[in-house]
DNA sequence: ATCCTACATTGGACGAAGTCCAGGTCAACA
DNA sequence: TGTTGACCTGGACTTCGTCCAATGTAGGAT
């Protein structure tokens, strides 16, 4: 555990963080104003291989790390400003994909995205 | 309605189909030697918008275009080697979200990725 | 049939996001 | 103290996508 890694886990952390490798980058210069980018996307990668942090794909541009990995949850996002929040749907969906729609895949994840308006977007 | 339009609007057609914007270029080129990437790419983002073919952000690399627009459906990606397959689940994913996991967002679409391992990877 | 004009296309430059690599630094241990 | 191995750095490079000025073309107007 280096510093360089100790700053990467210290931003990423708390609820509905979804940041992107730039911001998490900017956001651990302004702690250790020497880290490199390449650290940062090692640290990242190290992170998600360990389970510690997941990936979120939810806009076109840029990978999102979500530290909130040992909770399982969805994701709900604005499509306007790109607000991403956590979200706990009831339900199973893993249930809802029936065999003859597996083709054979062994299934082993579901991943959710909700798009919408947030609150903020919807007064503009 | 141009030969270059009708070239990519060929290549996007029938089901389980997910071609990256390269692919597309790739394929229409075969067909129309001088078409160009950035008409490649209007294209795709006209068609996008007119809602006639889906983006998918399965993976974090390329996004990919899925002609099978009409028919809402879903997807089962093959973590290891990328396959994507068009799956229909039952059940309504959108009901499962109660308005208190909104947090005030008008919800109005909902994407879901299976993933897993396709049977031809299992076997390796 | 020809001309005009608006729109489509082209190719190349540009930008953003991410990866790779050679060299330097640091800590631990013999 | 010297060696070792892991880590970090900065910059070059790749990939994917967008932008733009110049050129070509489809299809209506004449």
């Given at each position: 555990?280096?510093?360089q890694r100790r700053v990467v886990a210290e931003v990423l952390d708390g609820e509905?963080?979804?940041l992107t490798?730039?911001?998490v980058h900017a956001r651990a210069v302004s702690k250790l104003p020497?880290?490199?980018r390449?650290?940062?996307y090692?640290?990242?990668g190290e992170l998600v291989s360990l389970g510690e942090v997941l990936e979120v794909a939810t806009d076109k541009r840029a990978k999102r790390y979500?530290?909130?990995a040992h909770r399982p949850h969805h994701h709900l996002v604005c499509a306007q400003c790109g607000?991403?929040?956590d979200v706990h749907p009831t339900g199973n969906p893993l249930a809802d994909l029936p065999s003859s729609e597996r083709f054979g895949f062994t299934v082993s994840d579901v991943e959710v995205t909700y798009r919408g308006v947030c609150p903020n977007c919807a007064t503009v």
């Open positions: 555990m280096t510093a509905h963080v979804h490798a730039d911001e020497e880290i490199s390449a650290t940062v090692n640290t990242l979500d530290p909130n607000t991403i929040r």
